[in-house]
């Protein structure tokens, strides 16, 4: 597994957002792993974490798995969540993406899922995200702390 970069800002990923999730990502070359223990103040109902919550961190990791697999960054064009399973405050899970179609680099789709501990299902997701363009690329490069350019190729760089 190699770690993947990530940026000062980010809500998901943002090392230097106080009030974000501060996941790190990984991958195995194909799919992209994180883990995610939810905190008190992530729920919607009580003892419930928000939907929204859980749609972000698999939106986030379907942009990880089109930049592993086409080296390109993308914006989420569409996306599909089925919520399973209730998810709780500190309860640990693994979150997993992975890049199912390059539509001639033009449209990617994804899929992603949220599993407990215990591996039980809590959520999954699809998507279709679009490349982002060259120029919008290298004005986001300026925010990473890691190295991207393993993951998007030339088209950035710090």
Sequence with gaps: ??????????FVCGESNVHGLNLRFETDGRKVHARFTP????????????????????????????AVQTRRF??????????VNPLQPGEQTSVTGELVN??????FE?????????????ASGTGKYMPISD???SVMATDFVGD???????KISN
Excluded at 102 to 107: A, D, F, L, V
């Design 102 to 107: 390059n539509r001639r680099g033009k449209i």
């Design 1 to 10: 597994m190699r770690v993947l970069p990530h940026t000062h800002h980010c």
């Design 74 to 83: 993308a914006y989420c064009a569409e996306l599909t969540v089925r919520f």
């Design 110 to 122: 994804t899929r992603a899922e949220v599993r407990n501990s215990a591996g039980k299902l809590l």
């Design 148 to 154: 991207a350019s393993e993951w998007v190729g030339s």
């Design 39 to 66: 905190r008190p103040e992530h729920v919607g109902f009580k003892q419930t974490v928000h939907g929204g919550l859980i749609a972000t961190i698999l939106d986030e990791i379907m942009v990880w798995a089109c």
């Design 135 to 137: 120029a919008d690329t």
